[in-house]
Nanobody, 115 residues
Framework: QVQLVESGGGLVQPGGSLRVSCAAS????????MGWYRQAPGKQRELVAT???????NYADSVKGRFTISRDNAKNTVYLQMNSLKPEDTAVYFC?????????WGQGTQVTVSS
């Protein structure tokens, strides 16, 4: 079975940092594009960052310069390093793994940025 399991969420203060992880199993990880969405109550789902199978990255304008997506194919894991966090970053963060014919989703991890 395919599983994407996020971890590393929690409560941080504004200006703080957090790294969330997504460990994948049941897929040929290196063949997939990986990415992170976030969902906050009352807001549309937002694509935060992506990294292709070739290692190219893209970021939402709202997180550019603050967030870094990376992947470790040996560990079947994608990371999202979040720095200079703002309250508006508060959301459930979902990772996904995507190829042309299929997309898999993790269950999400809550990130709360608050004083």
């Amino acid at each position: 079975q395919v599983q994407l399991v996020e971890s590393g969420g929690g409560l941080v203060q504004p200006g703080g940092s957090l790294r969330v992880s997504c460990a994948a199993s049941g897929i040929s990880f290196s063949m997939y594009s990986m990415g992170w969405y976030r969902q906050a109550p009352g807001k549309q789902r937002e694509l935060v960052a992506t990294v292709t199978s070739g290692g190219n990255t893209n970021y939402a304008d709202s997180v550019k310069g603050r967030f870094t997506i990376s992947r470790d194919n040996a560990k079947n894991t994608v990371y999202l390093q979040m720095n200079s966090l703002k309250p508006e970053d508060t959301a459930v963060y979902f990772c996904y793994a995507s190829v042309v014919i299929r997309t898999y989703w993790g269950q999400g991890t809550q990130v709360t940025v608050s004083s």
